[in-house]
């Protein structure tokens, strides 16, 4: 069971779901653009209707309280509240006014995150994250925002999983722009990624009475096969480790490094010595402005063991090892486990997990419900690691991915995350079996064996 406070919640994110793309004077973003491109989106979808949560907002919110959270994750679309002038735009504005109200007339928190995914076009033809001035863009935007919201949003989110937003977008080129960076421009869009990052903290901390920050990074926390000191050492130094695999994408130190311990580590500067970017005493003092919680989305992990010489091995699933449906979802509950540990260890802040959850192969049965066992079993399997580490350490809370089914980028409407499932064709709402579990999860304070 968890503490009294615990965050119980459920998350979501605008481009996944709001759909009315061309209403009240919101602006491209480069997931329009993106999804415009043939062959990018699995099934040809994109985002203008999706769950139409722009108009059914107040439905969403309706289905949050009678799930029982206390918290709801979502994020502002930049193009929605800042014009093509770059001026602020009421109408998109009062949207998310609208939607805070709503939420807190049934006693549901907020968690804004100011960034997931949805750059304006118009500042990708600046440049996008190599515009050095993309940190200033950011830091009006954020400015905007909590000026829009005050009195109504106090817990704010800066960044959502930076490493898809730079290895997705701009070397695997699966996401939005789909633009390959060479090597000397992701370290330099990192860098002014994470410039964003603090110049939001400034006006956060500047404009909002009572606030709490994070940035939200995702990974994929390695698990040992076995109880073992050294194993479990040699698991946690590769965890932050600056490896160039599949763990790259998920890196990480150099992400959360400058943020949490003011400097990029020293590794980084001996394997990119050639291609390094200009990084000065006051970026990295601004990067690193104290913030209240680490946020993770973490939905995997893989299985390490020591060789006979004591050499950490990453472990190969075994054949028809147990997985989502989505080829990089395995079920590892353990990752809840060792990934909060890890984190708290090097960085010694209260986690908040941001996003978990299954793709399942969902659809409406014969008697009219949708029943997703699966997805029962891997958030009691999931929470249970959870609870157990918080035993150990302050884990403050838990966002469920996703409230309802949504656009899932490159893959479109094809996997379901969903506690609600989302006919797109009539746009309705149908709660699945695991809705009714997490919502009982919510009552009891949480799992039991
Ligand atoms: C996250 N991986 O993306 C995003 O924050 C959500 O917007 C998304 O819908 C959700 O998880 C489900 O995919 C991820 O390869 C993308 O490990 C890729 C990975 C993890 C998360």
């Not at 949560?53 to 509240?81: C, M, P, Q, T």
């Not at 969902?362 to 009219?368: E, N, Q």
């Not at 996997?415 to 579990?437: A, M, Q």
């Amino acid at each position: 069971m968890f503490q009294k406070d615990f965050i119980f919640g459920a998350a979501t994110a605008a481009y996944q779901i709001e759909g009315s793309i061309n209403k009240d004077n919101r602006v491209k973003s480069i997931w329009d653009t993106f999804t415009e491109k043939e062959g990018t989106i699995m099934d040809g979808s994109d985002g203008s209707i999706v769950c139409d949560s722009y108009i059914k907002y107040k439905d969403d919110v309706k289905l949050l309280h009678e799930l029982g959270v206390n918290s709801y994750r979502f994020s502002i679309a930049w193009g929605r509240v800042i014009d093509c002038n770059n001026e602020p735009n009421p109408l998109g504005i009062k949207y998310y006014q609208d939607l805070c109200k709503e939420l807190l007339k049934y006693n549901i928190k907020p968690y804004v995150t100011l960034y997931h995914w949805d750059l304006p076009q118009r500042l990708m033809d600046k440049g996008g994250f190599l515009n050095d001035e993309i940190s200033d863009y950011f830091m009006y935007y954020t400015e905007i925002v909590t000026q829009a919201l005050d009195g109504l949003v106090s817990d704010y989110i800066t960044i959502n999983e930076p490493q898809c937003i730079i290895f997705m977008g701009h070397d695997a080129c699966l996401f939005a722009p789909g633009i390959k960076y060479n090597d000397k421009e992701i370290l330099h869009a990192i860098h002014n990624l994470l410039k964003c990052h603090g110049k939001a903290v400034k006006i956060i901390r500047k404009n909002v009475k009572n606030s709490t920050i994070g940035f939200a990074p995702c990974s994929r926390p390695l698990v040992p096969v076995h109880d073992d000191p050294i194993l479990y050492q040699k698991c946690y130094l590769k965890y932050f480790s600056l490896d160039r695999s599949f763990e790259y994408a998920n890196s990480v130190a150099i992400y959360s490094d400058p943020i949490f311990l003011g400097d990029y580590p020293k590794e980084y500067y001996l394997q990119f010595k050639d291609c390094l970017p200009n990084i000065t005493k006051e970026d990295l003092e601004l990067i690193s402005q104290p913030i209240d919680y680490i946020y993770q989305n973490i939905y995997t992990g893989n299985y390490y063991s020591l060789d006979k010489d004591n050499n950490l091995v990453k472990n190969d699933f075994d054949f028809g090892y147990p997985e989502g449906n989505i080829d990089w979802l395995q079920i590892m509950p353990k990752a809840l486990y060792y990934g909060p540990k890890y984190l708290y260890e090097r960085y010694k802040k209260p986690i908040i997990i941001s996003e978990n959850g299954l793709c399942n192969v969902d659809f409406v049965s014969l008697d009219g419900k949708v029943h997703d066992p699966q997805r029962i079993d891997y958030i009691h399997r999931y929470m249970l690691e959870l609870d157990k580490v918080s035993k150990e350490i302050p884990v403050k809370g838990y966002f469920y991915w996703s409230l309802m089914d949504n656009f899932e980028w490159n893959c479109g409407l094809k996997k379901r995350f969903g506690l609600v499932y989302v006919d797109y064709k009539t746009g309705n709402r149908i709660p699945k079996d695991s809705y009714y579990y997490y919502k009982d999860v919510i009552k009891r304070g949480g799992v039991e064996w």
